[in-house]
């Protein structure tokens, strides 16, 4: 599974709508709110690298109100469930 972060810039009176139409988008698993310089950033996870294209400049970009984004392809997913199967190697209950 490939996962992508997109930080996405709207029209800040359509936020909402934007948010919940890119939260429909088959590719896009989680969008958040968030402050900073972007309004939204999207969770995208696809089979195949080539989906991306797809996904981000194919719908996310063409949803109106999307003024840009910006993505980041992760190498490797680390988690809380990960660290912790790592750190219990080798211990005996």
Do not use: C, N, W
């Amino acid at each position: 599974m490939i996962t992508s972060i997109v930080l996405i810039r709207t029209s800040v009176d359509r936020v909402p709508e934007v948010a919940e139409q890119i939260a429909s988008l088959e590719g896009v698993s989680e969008v958040y709110s968030v402050t900073g310089p972007h309004d939204l950033i999207a969770v995208v996870r696809v089979r195949r690298h080539e989906e991306l294209a797809e996904v981000i400049p194919g719908r996310i970009s063409k949803v109106p109100g999307v003024a840009s984004t910006e993505t980041h392809v992760a190498f490797r997913a680390y988690s809380q469930h990960d660290l912790e199967a790592a750190f219990a190697l080798g211990l005996d209950e």
